[in-house]
Every structure is written in structure tokens, then in C-alpha cells.
T-cell receptor, first 116, second 110 residues
Framework: EPEVTQTPSHQVTQMGQEVILRCVPI?????FYWYRQILGQKVEFLVS????????KSEIFDDQFSVERPDGSNFTLKIRSTKLEDSAMYFC??????????????FGQGTRLTVV | DAKTTQPNSMESNEEEPVHLPCNHS???????IHWYRQLPSQGPEYVIH???SNVNNRMASLAIAEDRKSSTLILHRATLRDAAVYYC???????????FGKGTRLHILP
């Protein structure tokens, strides 16, 4: 069964450092997403991406965040200057169609980011 | 996304059916009802979705009330592996993101 792959599984970084979280979505999918989940809290939407541009972003996705699809397979989330409160699980997801009514999203296993 | 209401937690015995309820009294005519689950230390996983008619797949069944103001996810024979947080989510075509609530934490007793 096809799956969304995320690397690394765990990243530890010092406050103020830049991190890049990587994702390989399912190959024929067109829509890509990042979500995060702070320990013990809800899964929160960060950003959606289609046709090489951001289609929607949440209030959390401020100027320190950026996304990129540098080639035909990878989808990355960059956090420019990490803060302690960025510590969370970050999930990448992809779906084939935008019509959220009648399609499913596939999620990766997540990257646990720890900012120290 | 329209709001859904789920119990915070439920318990069930292994190998018995589980009925997870969800209320969505403000559902609109174009909202689909989606269920996802999140196993411990894993990403969310799609379970099932439907619009008006009851739906079955290899994982579960979805029973939708005639007025669509509530639905029930049915796990026919729960296993320990089904212990997870189950999210009932309404999705419409105006919005491709998924808005997760707190869900129902399902405990399976051996």
C-alpha cells in the first residue's frame, strides 16, 4: 500500500536554529499538507500546497515557516528560527484530489521536533 | 468545518462490537462525514466517510442518521490494535484542510 514517508523521525535542534522537515508524498497525489500536534493537544492544520504554491495557511504558519516542493517527489517544511514552542510532532499529508468531501488524506508517521 | 461533538472517551471489550457516536446537528447539505483515527505515536489514519447512506469498508461501518444530524462509527469486532483516538470530521468542498477536534479516546480491554 502506498504511504507518505517523513524524515527524520526525530530531530533535536537548538533554539534559533533552522530546521527542514522532509516528506515524500504518495506519487500521484497533487495536494500536500503540513499539520502539527503539540504533546497532548489536538492535531492542528498548518498549510496546504497545490500546483507549487500555498493554497491555504493557518495563523500558526507565520513568516518563520515556509514550504517547498524542490523536485518531483519531496515536500519540505522549513522553520527558520526555531522557538521552544515549536516543539511538536509534525505530520505531512497528501491527497489525490482537492475535493475534501469525497477523498481521503494520507498522513505520514510524523517527525518529532524537539527544540532545546 | 462544521462542529462535531463526541464523547471524550469510551471503553470496550476485545472482540466485541464498538459503536462510536458523533453529533453534528449543524451539518449542511454538502458536508461529508469523515472518520479518522490516530493510533498511539502515529499519524492520523483515514477510516471511512459517507454522505447520506450507510457505508461499509474493510475497517468499519458508518451509520448515518436519516436527518444526518448524527452518525455512528461501528467497529464490528474490536481488537487491542483498535485502541486509538477516533475523530469525526465534517468536510465540504470549499475547504481541503481537515480540522481535527479532540475526538474519542477508545480503550480496548483484553
Amino acid at each position: 500500500e502506498p504511504e507518505v514517508t517523513q524524515t527524520p523521525s526525530h530531530q533535536v535542534t537548538q533554539m534559533g536554529q533552522e530546521v527542514i522537515l522532509r516528506c515524500v508524498p504518495i506519487s500521484n497525489h497533487l495536494y500536500f499538507y503540513w499539520y502539527r500536534q503539540i504533546l497532548g493537544q489536538k492535531v492542528e492544520f498548518l498549510v496546504s500546497f497545490y500546483n507549487n504554491e500555498i493554497s491555504e495557511k493557518s495563523e500558526i504558519f507565520d513568516d518563520q515557516f515556509s514550504v517547498e516542493r524542490p523536485d518531483g517527489s519531496n515536500f519540505t517544511l522549513k522553520i527558520r528560527s526555531t522557538k521552544l514552542e515549536d516543539s511538536a510532532m509534525y505530520f505531512c499529508a497528501s491527497s489525490h484530489d482537492r475535493d475534501g468531501w469525497d477523498t481521503e488524506a494520507f498522513f505520514g508517521q510524523g517527525t518529532r521536533l524537539t527544540v532545546v | 468545518d462544521a462542529k462535531t461533538t463526541q464523547p471524550n472517551s469510551m471503553e470496550s471489550n476485545e472482540e466485541e462490537p464498538v459503536h462510536l457516536p458523533c453529533n453534528h446537528s449543524t451539518i449542511s447539505g454538502t458536508d461529508y462525514i469523515h472518520w479518522y483515527r490516530q493510533l498511539p505515536s502515529q499519524g492520523p489514519e483515514y477510516v471511512i466517510h459517507g454522505l447520506t447512506s450507510n457505508v461499509n469498508n474493510r475497517m468499519a461501518s458508518l451509520a448515518i442518521a436519516e436527518d444526518r444530524k448524527s452518525s455512528t462509527l461501528i467497529l464490528h469486532r474490536a481488537t487491542l490494535r483498535d485502541a486509538a483516538v477516533y475523530y469525526c470530521i465534517l468536510r465540504d468542498g470549499r475547504d481541503d484542510k481537515i480540522i481535527f477536534g479532540k475526538g474519542t479516546r477508545l480503550h480496548i480491554l483484553p
